[in-house]
């Protein structure tokens, strides 16, 4: 919010490039920084004055939207951090008789982060989400257009039949739709924390278990706020791309002071679709204190990328509006909503929980002496203690879903392209034996053969379009070939499928780069 603040406390946007931010997120008290670094202050003290936004609320807040009878179509992004707002705001609209009647309330949350309309491309932090992720693409921009003639123009189009909700599902990298959300059977699963020596960091072995009280029966950590945990990747401000989206988190989990449970390997795929909660029983030494919960879903190469996360500050654990101390050392059951997620965990990857209490600078730092962050001097460390037995059931608990009703391929080239992203070799061989053009290019102007090297896993998909005939060497609409996307992602395999292929390392795109180069400038040296 401080960057927000800054920048828009004016009559218009102001330049703050030149403001030394990290610094004055450790500023003591921040409050008093601002002004003798003569920033201005008016946005901030607002927010700080009034850290419930209480009055802000009142000024802006339409009330329960029982009166609202205006059409309202929600678009946002799972990395946008405003993107969690959009369900809260769907669950509100959607009690009003009116909206329900008229059929005027439409949810549509794509893999995007806050302004991928304005930069485009299918990418966010470490993960390419594929050919059906491009937000300007005719599948979002029609939706949109179908939506707006019925309720501007009056067109009798059946827009007010289409599906409610329509949701990107992470992991397989699909559009679903359901008529409401979270969708129809999905079950709230429980998954239970648990240690035999301690669940500290990677190194430790907590692990989620289908039934609680197996194990040591606490994990402890120290929550130092003057060594919080790095905010690493998720739904954060897009100003801040180095933190944004999915991204390894096995750095983040090498720390003590993060908790760590995992379970075994997956049998077959598990779908989840609606809010992620962590239900934890813990004690802390402060008076206040934060609690965060992310989760994340384990790679079988043992990468670990972050899915959702969340904090709950401990004072707001009953009410908002009536805040509560905690009795320190005693223990307290906190519930943390993670946020919502559509997502498939893939057949042998792992669930995992990370518990800690710093996720920073995402969520500002708590002092653990009950004192407003943004006026707090001293900030001390504390322990704290996450209980997990049979009395103490600590859990994290996931809305699996059945089938979702995932949308089917628009046409025969991006059925082609979902065979590619799915890794199915066979889907492949047949719609090309059937006539689809191994060549074909979709929207984007990207050939099968460019996605290939763009998805994660998927260099598998590189030779079995070369002996399909695919051409190596042709270019996107910027002159790019196949060879510079993988040299300019540093995807070492998919650069030696290609060259085994025969791709031509002299192709020079409208620029005059070359692969080499391409690489090089990208820092892939390798």
């Not at 029983?281 to 043992?302: I, R």
């Not at 009795?327 to 990857?349: K, Y």
């Not at 066979?426 to 984007?444: C, H």
């Not at 005939?469 to 040299?487: E, F, I, K, Q």
Request: glycine share 10%; aromatic share 8%.
């Amino acid at each position: 919010a401080l960057p927000w603040a800054l920048a828009f406390d004016g009559d218009g946007q102001t330049d703050i490039s030149g403001v030394n931010l990290p610094r004055l997120f450790v500023a003591r008290p921040l409050s008093g920084a601002l002004a003798e670094a003569g920033l201005p202050t008016r946005l901030w003290g607002i927010f700080t004055s009034d850290p419930l936004y209480e009055s802000t609320h009142r000024n802006s807040d339409v009330g329960d939207f029982a009166d609202v009878q205006v059409p309202i179509l929600l678009l946002s992004g799972w990395n946008d951090f405003l993107g969690e707002h959009s369900f809260t705001l769907y669950e509100r609209i959607d009690a009003n008789p009116w909206h329900r009647q008229q059929g005027a309330l439409r949810l549509i949350m794509g893999p995007w982060k806050h302004d991928q309309y304005q930069n485009g491309g299918t990418r966010v932090g470490d993960v390419d989400y594929g050919p059906f992720a491009n937000m300007d693409g005719p599948g979002v921009t029609a939706l949109a257009i179908r939506w707006f003639d019925r309720w501007l123009k009056g067109d009798e189009n059946g827009a007010s039949e289409d599906p409610k909700v329509r949701v990107f599902v992470e992991g397989r990298n699909r559009w679903a739709t359901a008529e409401a959300w979270p969708p129809a059977g999905v079950q709230s699963t429980s998954y239970y924390l648990g240690s035999h020596t301690g669940a500290n960091s990677l190194s430790g072995d907590g692990f989620l278990a289908a039934e609680p009280g197996s194990g040591r029966e606490t994990d402890t950590s120290l929550f130092d706020p003057a060594d919080p945990v790095p905010t690493t990747g998720g739904a954060n401000f897009h100003w801040y791309e180095e933190t944004l989206g999915p991204r390894d988190q096995r750095e983040v989990e090498k720390r003590d002071d993060v908790l760590v449970y995992t379970t075994g390997a997956l049998d077959s795929q598990l779908t989840i679709a609606g809010p992620v909660r962590a239900r934890l029983f813990v004690s802390s030494e402060g008076s206040d204190t934060d609690f965060t919960a992310k989760l994340v879903d384990v790679h079988p190469d043992g990468s670990a990328r972050n899915v959702v996360d969340g904090i709950l500050r401990a004072r707001y654990r009953q009410s908002m509006a009536e805040p509560a101390p905690l009795e320190p050392g005693a223990v307290t059951e906190l519930e943390v909503g993670l946020g919502n997620a559509a997502h498939v965990f893939g057949a042998g990857h792992r669930i995992r929980l990370e518990v800690s209490s710093s996720n920073y600078p995402k969520f500002n730092l708590n002092p653990n002496t009950g004192a407003e962050p943004e006026q707090a001097t001293e900030f001390v460390a504390v322990e704290q203690v996450v209980h997990h037995s049979d009395a103490h059931p600590s859990a994290l608990i996931l809305p699996v879903a059945g089938n979702l009703r995932y949308e089917p391929p628009q046409d025969r080239i991006m059925e082609l392209l979902a065979a590619v992203q799915d890794g199915d070799g066979e889907a492949v061989r047949s719609l090309v034996e059937a006539g689809v053009d191994v060549d074909g290019r979709d929207e984007r102007g990207l050939t099968p053969l460019m996605w290939a090297v763009k998805l994660d896993d998927r260099d598998d998909m590189v030779q079995v379009l070369s002996e399909l005939g695919a051409d190596v060497d042709l270019a996107s609409d910027d002159g790019n070939t196949a060879l510079a996307m993988a040299a300019g992602a540093g995807n070492l395999s998919g650069v030696e499928s290609l060259l085994a292929a025969g791709a031509d390392t002299d192709h020079q795109n409208e620029r005059g780069t070359t692969a080499l180069i391409y690489a090089a400038h990208r820092g892939h040296t390798e």
